[in-house]
């Protein structure tokens, strides 16, 4: 199934006995968005108690979300695409209103408000020390405001306004001095008002998406430590290229993220194209 949050799109893979081999070069041939299906990543949803990875959460969650981006990589969470998991999840009859559901991050909470949007109880942020230098031409190098982990790692660099984040060149990975071992989210934001940030965002394993669930709440906690109001359980208002999220510190620490998740399309893959294209990802990996 193709879906997204914010348009942040991922494909939906049903996968509840644990049965497809979810490699890295299967996961490139179908987010490849030339000869592919095209998305950000592939979300693989598996019965927690057939999931090595997940079968300690089993008794807490029944769902787990392997969630790979579209390099294939593995990712710890995705705020977006859990939430196309749990429009999934309801309109497959696996769960009603609520769910918990088991990611590499931890469990989360999700719930769907029967309104198009869903709430993600993402857990605590974790933010360090660390004040890497970025550098996005035309920018020059800028000292990052705050690292956050959501529990992806997150490098928040505010910007002037609008033109200067107009003006960013993403099309290649901003330099991050010193990088992360397993790199980073790198998101450029500048705010227009009390509560309000607007934000583009460099996925690692992805490129620029249109929105990064976990990096939405990142830049809130960066934006709220700055100001001093830590967790008030206040709404913020965040808007992404692909539209727009509110998130909630709540005052227990627990960031909890809101917006919309759209099903777009059931999806068949012909076998044939499946073989050659996973062939052809085996073949250009080794080259």
């Known amino acids: 199934m193709k879906g997204h949050g914010t348009e942040n799109d991922f494909l939906v893979l049903d996968d509840l006995d644990g049965q497809v081999e979810l490699t890295a070069e299967l996961v490139r041939a179908l987010c490849d968005r030339h000869a592919g299906l095209g998305a950000d990543g592939v979300l693989r949803i598996v019965r927690s108690q057939r999931h090595p990875e997940a079968a300690a959460f089993a008794g807490q969650a029944a769902f787990f979300m392997d969630y790979r981006n579209a390099d294939g ?22 769960v009603e209103w609520e769910a918990a559901v088991a990611t590499r991050g931890g469990v989360k909470r999700v719930q769907a408000r029967g309104d198009g949007l869903v709430t993600v109880h993402m857990g605590q942020p974790l933010t360090l020390a660390d004040r890497p230098v970025v550098t996005a031409a035309p920018m020059p190098a800028t000292p990052a405001a705050a690292t956050v982990l959501m529990p992806n790692p997150h490098v ?41 940030v607007v934000l583009r965002v460099f ?85």
């Open 73 to 94: 990589s593995v990712a710890e969470m995705c705020g977006n695409g859990i939430r196309v998991v749990m429009a999934y999840l309801q309109r497959a009859g696996l």
């Open 156 to 196: 928040v660099v505010w910007v002037d306004g609008p033109e200067a984040l107009a003006a960013l060149e993403l099309g290649s990975a901003p330099v991050v001095t010193p990088s992360r071992a397993d790199g980073q989210n790198v998101e450029f934001a500048y705010r227009p008002a009390q509560r309000h």
């Open 203 to 287: 996925e690692r394993g992805v490129g620029e998406t249109r929105s990064c669930g976990t990096g939405i709440c990142a830049v809130v906690v960066a934006a709220a430590t700055a100001d001093g109001i830590g967790p008030d359980g206040r709404s913020w208002r965040v808007d992404v290229p692909g539209g727009t999220c509110e998130v909630t510190w709540q005052a227990d620490g627990d960031v909890q993220l809101t917006g919309p998740a759209v099903l777009v399309a059931d999806i068949s893959v012909e076998d044939d194209w499946l073989a050659a294209r996973t062939h052809l990802q085996t073949s250009a990996a080794h080259s």
